[in-house]
């Protein structure tokens, strides 16, 4: 009795879409499924003002990431800071140092400050504390980034303030570099804001 034998053809193609059709399962690419670190880990606080409690009884730490996605992740499930309550703070602060001048990091330390009026609230604050948010886990301050202790935005009734915390008020160099990048990030913003048609 005679058999059959089926033709074998080798696979010589090198594509990964036929490949994954010949073994029936599908070749995922790594950059699907590889997070994209951040030179630091940061966390993110929140203070809400309960006359109540001690100041730092109010103040909670909400989350800490260390990538891309959940920074964005993060950012997308956290009410935007025009939408807190008179009273209440976001802070990013670089993991390890607390939100506070009392922290061993902020002690000698600075701020650089935007102030907004009450009426800049609903147009400017999201845009600028995004901003600020970006110049941190972007490392936007070059070989000075390492002086950048965190960043807090407080919303209040008279106005909104926005501040990026540095470690060493007397590291001239490093301040002044700081302050100036971050004057050009949030100038762009003002800049290019779109006025009411």
């Known amino acids: 009795m005679a058999t059959a034998e089926p033709e074998v053809t080798p696979n010589t193609s090198n594509s990964e879409e036929e490949q994954s059709d010949a073994t029936g399962q599908e070749?995922?690419?790594?950059?699907?499924?590889?997070k994209h670190p951040l030179q630091n880990r940061w966390a993110l606080w929140f203070f809400k003002n309960d006359k109540s409690k001690t100041w730092q009884a109010n103040l909670?730490?909400?989350?800490?990431?260390?990538t891309v996605e959940d920074f964005w992740a993060l950012y997308n499930?956290?009410?935007?800071?025009?939408?807190?309550?008179?009273?209440?703070?976001?802070?990013?602060?670089?993991?390890?140092?607390?939100?506070?001048?009392?922290d061993e990091r902020n002690k000698r330390g600075g701020r650089w400050l935007i102030t907004l009026s009450k009426q800049q609230r609903r147009a400017d604050l999201d845009r600028f504390w995004l901003e600020t948010l970006l110049c941190l886990v972007g490392e936007a301050f070059d070989d000075h980034s390492d002086d950048v202790c965190g960043a807090v935005v407080n919303v209040r009734t008279k106005g909104d303030k926005i501040a990026i915390w540095t470690t060493d008020y007397e590291n001239k160099d490093a301040i002044i570099h700081i302050g100036r990048v971050y004057k050009d990030r949030t100038s762009l913003l003002s800049e290019n804001r779109s006025s009411p048609v």
């Open 27 to 34: 070749i995922v690419n790594p950059e699907d499924y590889i």
């Open 60 to 66: 909670r730490l909400i989350s800490k990431f260390d």
């Open 77 to 102: 499930h956290i009410q935007l800071s025009s939408n807190l309550m008179s009273g209440c703070d976001y802070s990013l602060f670089k993991d390890g140092i607390e939100p506070m001048w009392e």
